[in-house]
């Protein structure tokens, strides 16, 4: 149980308890969406009347290394009956990296009625809540999308240089190892994505996995983030804030705990990350 003065998140309705989602999945204005590291986990076994919305093929542009435009975008929602009123619940593996990518995105057009479930994928299993096989087409719907916006929320290669020169903060939420250089990947995973190792400059290490609980994935408290990173990294909620890791999807868990669990007013997901940065020609790095 909570102690009476524990802080709440800063936005408590954005994440979601698996009970909370367990007496809503019969409700029409919800679809859940899983989305993982490893699209096979869902003919595995999914959460009843969810869908599966692939980062790999659904989310980026297939020819240019992007994401899809308004008009896929509009595509993909009315294939998986999701109305521009449709609340979005987003859960998946490895504690929601991917859920929180696929959020991310969905907020780059605008799609403002989404969820995370806190725990994802690893606790629904281990709280023994029903999984299914059936994979229920939707009635299409009619969705219409803004133009998706890079501006808010998301960082390029100049916006990082621009950082840089002007001392302002960058978190690089990869493994100890990685931000060091002496490795390319995460630890477990072929060590391959870069020609160099390192990290941005002036960059911090705060690696996402401080901020979860190992046992089911869950977010760790309100009073658990905020030591982490307002106490202990000296970061401030004002702060102009650019996180970033290998390809994005890590930093993007990252993104939303700052925006949206501890209130982060200006913080941009640099989805470029490590893979841009530690290939491009003439780009400073450290080690």
Same mark, same amino acid.
């Given at each position: 149980?909570?102690?009476? @003065?524990?802080?709440?998140?800063?936005?408590?309705?954005?994440?979601?308890?698996?009970d909370w989602l367990l007496?809503?999945?019969d409700k029409k204005e919800i679809r859940i969406v899983e989305s993982n590291e490893d699209p096979l986990l869902y003919s595995t076994g999914h959460i009843p009347g969810a869908v599966q919305i692939d980062w790999t093929n659904d989310l980026n542009n297939q020819l240019v290394r992007?994401?899809?435009g308004k008009e896929d975008f509009e595509k993909l929602m009315s294939k998986n009956g999701i109305s521009n009123d449709t609340t979005v619940v987003f859960y998946g593996d490895k504690s929601n990296w991917w859920a929180c990518y696929a959020f991310w995105v969905f907020k780059l057009f605008g799609h403002t009625n989404a969820?995370?479930?806190?725990?994802?994928?690893?606790?629904?299993?281990?709280?023994?809540?029903?999984?299914?096989?059936e994979v229920i087409v939707y009635q299409e719907s009619d969705y219409k999308s803004e133009t998706r916006n890079d501006n808010d929320i998301r960082a390029f290669r100049d916006d990082v240089?621009?950082?840089?020169?002007?001392?302002?903060?960058l978190i690089d939420v990869r493994s100890p190892e990685e931000y060091t250089g002496k490795r390319l990947h995460m630890p477990e995973y072929p060590n391959e994505g870069a020609l160099r190792g390192g990290h941005i400059p002036g960059a911090l290490n705060v690696p996402w996995a401080k901020a979860v609980n190992d046992l089911d994935g869950t977010f760790k408290s309100a009073d658990e983030l905020e030591k982490l990173y307002l106490v202990e990294n000296h970061l401030n909620s004002d702060d102009d804030l650019i996180v970033y890791?290998?390809?994005?999807?890590r930093s993007s868990h990252t993104w939303?705990?700052?925006?949206?669990?501890?209130?982060?007013? @200006?913080?941009?997901?640099?989805?470029?990350?490590?893979?841009?940065?530690g290939n491009s020609v003439g780009l400073p790095i450290q080690k």
């Open positions: 149980m909570k102690s009476k @003065n524990e802080k709440e998140y800063f936005n408590k309705e954005v994440l979601v308890t698996t007496q809503n999945l992007d994401y899809i969820k995370i479930i806190n725990g994802g994928r690893l606790k629904w299993e281990k709280e023994g809540k029903p999984l299914t096989r240089v621009f950082h840089i020169k002007n001392g302002m903060s890791c290998r390809i994005g999807e939303f705990l700052l925006k949206y669990l501890l209130g982060f007013k @200006n913080v941009k997901n640099y989805d470029g990350s490590w893979t841009e940065w």
